[in-house]
């Protein structure tokens, strides 16, 4: 199947330090991505709809300004988490559109802010 | 509004039996997608079947199976002959199409424990 890569997979960072998080398409062009947040044992919350080439559509009572997101190619998009704070700690996934309506995920990638 | 439900929080079994996890849907949309993912303790979402609002047949993919009932709005995952490799998270997740993109809404999941 599509391979959906993310980087990194794990990121400790110090409170008000910016990170940011790669997601690619690696076998296929993707001009959707969605970028998904989990906190523990909970489930997955849609945050952004991610379109190559124009700006995200973000969530309802997500941030822009805190989590920016670039969709600068067909097969990379990235979140970046601004100011960091210990609240933003979590567990990231992306996710890429393939053959309309086939999505496939990221490994994710677990930030913890300190 | 999109919603998914998935009552069952945590299901722990005894390896061989089989198990059924459960998931009710809501969607004005007449034309929508199904999913259900699992997640390891890995964390990653390994994708198990989509199927589209207009296709209610069951499928069978191995120990695999789901019951797809547009009358009671439910999409159930049965695996039979469980495994320890089967735990993990499974969520049942809902998409209609907006702007040609698929949106998930994802149900809470089920923590399923398989025990040897």
């Known amino acids: 199947g599509a391979v959906v890569s993310q980087h990194p997979s794990r990121v400790i960072c110090k409170s008000g330090t910016s990170v940011k998080i790669e997601c690619r398409s690696l076998d296929f062009q993707a001009t959707t991505m969605f970028w998904y947040r989990q906190f523990p044992k909970k489930s997955l919350m849609l945050m952004a709809t991610s379109n190559e080439g124009s700006k995200a559509t973000y969530e309802q009572g997500v941030e822009k300004d805190k989590f920016l997101i670039n969709h600068a190619s067909l097969t990379l998009s990235t979140l970046t988490v601004t100011s960091a704070h210990p609240e933003d700690s979590s567990f990231y996934i992306c996710?890429?559109?393939?053959?309309?309506?086939?999505?496939?995920f990221g490994e994710g990638s677990r930030l913890t802010v300190l | 509004a999109q919603k998914v439900t998935q009552a069952q929080t945590e299901i722990s079994v005894v390896e061989k039996e089989d198990v059924t996890l459960d998931c009710v849907y809501e969607t004005r949309d007449t034309t929508y997608y199904l999913f259900w993912y699992k997640q390891p303790p890995s964390g990653e979402l390994v994708f198990l079947i989509r199927?589209?609002?207009?296709?209610?047949q069951n499928e069978i993919s191995g120990r695999y199976s789901w019951n797809f009932q547009k009358s009671t709005s439910s999409f159930n995952f049965t695996i039979t002959a469980s495994q320890v490799v089967d735990s993990a998270v499974y969520f049942c997740a809902l998409s209609g199409i907006l702007d040609s993109s698929y949106k998930l809404i994802f149900g809470s999941g089920t923590r399923l424990l398989v025990r040897p």
């Open positions: 199927r589209n609002s207009f296709d209610e």
């Open positions: 996710s890429a559109e393939f053959r309309g309506g086939e999505l496939f």
